[in-house]
């Protein structure tokens, strides 16, 4: 397993990595109008290119065996007023393709995006994961994480509530 900064080059495969894992998550328990309007807003060449190159993120791929697997993203900016912790920075999307969980490639993800996150200055790390989402709730309470709040997340047309959880680094 190899992981890595996103270089510019990356964002086809990035875009193509982050749909088909966002819809993988999410598409059996939401209605498939949101998703074509999430997947149309979030997820598409020139939304990650400009993520890639945006300084205010560091987007981290996996790669496995010549294929991407996984990638994270965090990024500083809005922090949510439940987020008391010093210097918090935001874990924004964290998703592994779904052969590959439970194999390994998301603690080793989760320890390098500790690291950046603590070379960029942060102190904690916060992230908001769907009140629904078993099995991300289960890791990252495995990894620390601990409940600080809620806040809504607009999926499509659909106010959903993300739980904020933090870990300080
Ligand atoms: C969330 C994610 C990164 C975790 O990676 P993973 O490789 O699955 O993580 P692990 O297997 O180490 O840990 C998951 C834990 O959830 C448990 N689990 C599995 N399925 C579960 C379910 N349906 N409900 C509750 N817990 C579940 C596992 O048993 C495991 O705990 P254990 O190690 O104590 O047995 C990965 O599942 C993923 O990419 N999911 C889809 C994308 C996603 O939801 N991203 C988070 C968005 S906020």
């Not at 603590?118 to 769907?130: D, I, K, M, P, Y």
Request: some cysteine; glycine content about 6%.
């Amino acid at each position: 397993m190899n992981i890595r900064t996103a270089v510019p080059e990356d964002a086809a495969v990035l875009a193509a990595l982050a749909r088909t894992t966002f819809s993988d998550t999410f598409a059996a328990n939401n209605d498939p109008a949101d998703m074509v309007l999430h997947l149309e807003r979030a997820y598409g060449l020139p939304q990650q290119a400009e993520e890639i190159r945006d300084p205010s993120m560091t987007t981290l791929l996996v790669d496995q065996d010549g294929t991407t697997v996984a990638y994270a993203q965090i990024r500083s900016g809005h922090i949510p007023d439940c987020v008391s912790g010093p210097a918090p920075i935001e874990l924004w999307r964290f998703y592994v393709d779904r052969e590959w969980h439970g194999r390994g490639i998301a603690p080793a993800l989760m320890d390098r995006v500790k690291a950046e996150a603590r070379a960029r200055g942060a102190r904690t790390l916060w992230l908001g994961v769907w009140e629904r989402n078993d099995r991300a709730l289960a890791f990252y309470a495995k990894c620390g994480f601990a409940a600080a709040g809620e806040h809504i997340f607009l999926f499509g047309t659909d106010p959903q509530t993300d739980r904020i959880l933090t870990l300080a680094l």
